[in-house]
């Protein structure tokens, strides 16, 4: 009897502007497949088509966006659709204050600082992971 193998949880990566420490390895050893995008509009497009366990983003925070806080509304709105997916940004402590402001409208599961704890973030993706 042969069976089949479950694929491991994926986790959408969203990098676009931020300059940290390259994660994947991170993310791999916890046992995630790891997809990663480099625009927010392409990881919308993802997220439909693969609905990932886990989506780790960069949050920028501008201010002359005009009707948005962030770089991340579309993304965590499309998210909202599935309350089992786990959110996590990073972001630069300079903009804490425009985060505060998006956690008001969307669900995020978890904050980190920049540069990112590998500890801590690692603690809570093993905590999320189905």
Do not use: C
Not at 6 to 11: F, G, I, M, R, S
Not at 30 to 45: C, D, N, Q, W
Not at 125 to 130: G, H, N
């Amino acid at each position: 009897m042969t069976g089949v193998s479950a694929q491991p949880p994926l986790l959408l990566s969203v990098i676009e502007l931020l300059g940290h420490a390259n994660l994947r390895p991170l993310y791999e050893a916890l046992g995630y497949r790891v997809a990663t995008e480099f625009a927010v509009r392409k990881a919308i497009s993802l997220l439909r088509r693969e609905r990932p366990a886990v989506i780790v983003a960069d949050f920028y925070f501008q201010p002359d966006f005009r009707d948005r806080v962030s770089n991340l509304e579309s993304l965590l709105a499309a998210a909202q659709a599935w309350p089992d997916m786990r959110v996590a940004v990073l972001y630069e402590t300079a903009h804490e204050h425009a985060l505060d402001r998006l956690r008001q409208r969307f669900r995020i599961d978890a904050a980190f600082t920049l540069p990112v704890s590998e500890e801590r973030l690692a603690a809570a993706l093993t905590d999320w992971r189905p």
